[in-house]
């Protein structure tokens, strides 16, 4: 075959291909319920176009020490406090049901902790991750400072016992002046 009719024959294979996904997916083809798993493509998509993504933009480096307990502690609360364990459950803590619909699935954070850089964390959380259930927590006003304490909080996951989770994220106890008469 001549090589202009090998690339006369490419350009008509695109063309063919860009009809046909066009017909597919804009005739409403595709399905875009939550009911069923993502195909493996999409799936490889959005998993591959997110992770290359964050690691380009997260940048920011912790401002403090991860491992203080304090941090830590502060982490364990603001987690309770600003709805994470809805989607991601905590230990000893389910996710509420409705998260079981959400596709893609929110991961449990305890097995995904190990293999992600703080700055990874600190930039999930305060941008979200667009087209998953994953909020943005820069876009409700969270501060930065209480995102890296969330961040410290998950980096300990692992290792974080139920009982301790449940005294970090209990409400603050707060000592009553007697007043005066
Ligand atoms: C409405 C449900 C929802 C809430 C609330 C939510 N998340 Fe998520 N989160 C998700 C979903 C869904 C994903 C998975 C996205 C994916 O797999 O592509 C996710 C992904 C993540 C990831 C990235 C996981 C990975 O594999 O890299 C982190 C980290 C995370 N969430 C932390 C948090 C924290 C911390 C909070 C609270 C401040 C929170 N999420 C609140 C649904 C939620």
Redesign the pocket.
Known sequence: MKIRTSLALIGFLGILGAIGSGVYFFGGYYSVAATAEEPAIVKWL??GV?QASVARHATDMPPMPLDAPAEVQAGAR??SV???V???GGPGVNWAKF?EG?R????D?KE?AND?APQ??FW??KNG?NM????S?GAIE?PDRE?WT?VAF?KKLPSVSEADFKTWSAPPVVTTVPSPR
């Open positions: 959005l998993v997110r603001a987690f600003r709805g994470c809805n989607c991601h998260s959400l893609p699935d929110p991961p954070l995904i992600r990874y964390l999930v959380i991750i998953t259930g994953m909020p927590f969270v995102i969330i998950i």
